[in-house]
């Protein structure tokens, strides 16, 4: 499995202006699921991005390990925040029980969706036995792109919950709210928080 390369090339030429969204800075949904964790927890970010999330995990006295498949968006995030982001695909992911939480705000669904089941078994392997594991997507049809070319999977609420529970997990918290993308495009997204079952 490797990064779709029209998605690669997006982000990879997009970092050095690229910004998480939100009024607040960190995402919409970190508070929440950070006031369900110890205070000393051991959290993995996939895709951090510009790192504002893992910046503020840090801040608020979090072990955070933040991780990105694409090189610019990891340069970026360390020089602007300093978190020790490292270089890693959603495939590469090989821990064993290391972390007590996984948090993969809007970056799972750009992952194919033959891919999805493998990513989803390597993240729970990932995690401590109870542990939790966040991610949001854009709902949909099936698999396409957006109008900036990005490969997205674009699942439905029911089959990628239904994915996560063959994975292993149970649902603890789910939640379906409209957005807009980067590309302008109104949609659905669900938001899920998952344990280790």
């Known amino acids: 499995m490797s990064i779709d390369p029209a998605t690669y090339e997006f982000y990879q030429a997009r970092a050095p202006y690229y910004r998480a969204s939100g009024a607040q800075g960190q995402s919409r949904h970190l508070g929440g699921f950070l006031e369900r964790l110890s205070p ?7 895709g951090c991005g510009g790192g504002l999330d893992a910046a503020y995990m840090a801040k608020r006295g979090f072990n955070v390990d933040p991780t990105d498949g694409i090189p610019a968006m990891v340069k970026k995030a360390n020089e602007r925040h300093d978190i020790g982001a490292r270089l890693m695909r959603f495939d590469e992911l090989d821990a064993e029980q290391t972390y007590d ?26 995690l401590r036995p109870n542990g939790l594991h966040f991610a949001s997507y854009k709902l949909g049809d099936g698999e396409g792109r957006d109008l900036l070319g990005r490969l997205h999977n ?36 669900l938001a899920l928080t998952v344990r280790k079952a």
């Open 40 to 46: 000393e927890a051991r959290i993995l970010e996939l």
């Open 101 to 126: 939480a996984v948090w993969a705000h809007a970056c799972l669904l750009h992952c194919p969706r033959a891919d999805l089941p493998q990513v989803l078994t390597a993240i729970h392997r990932a």
């Open 154 to 189: 674009f699942p439905e609420a029911n089959w990628l919950e239904e994915l996560y529970r063959k994975a292993g997990f149970e649902l603890v918290d789910t939640m379906i709210y409209a957005g807009k993308g980067t590309d302008g495009t109104q949609r659905d997204w």
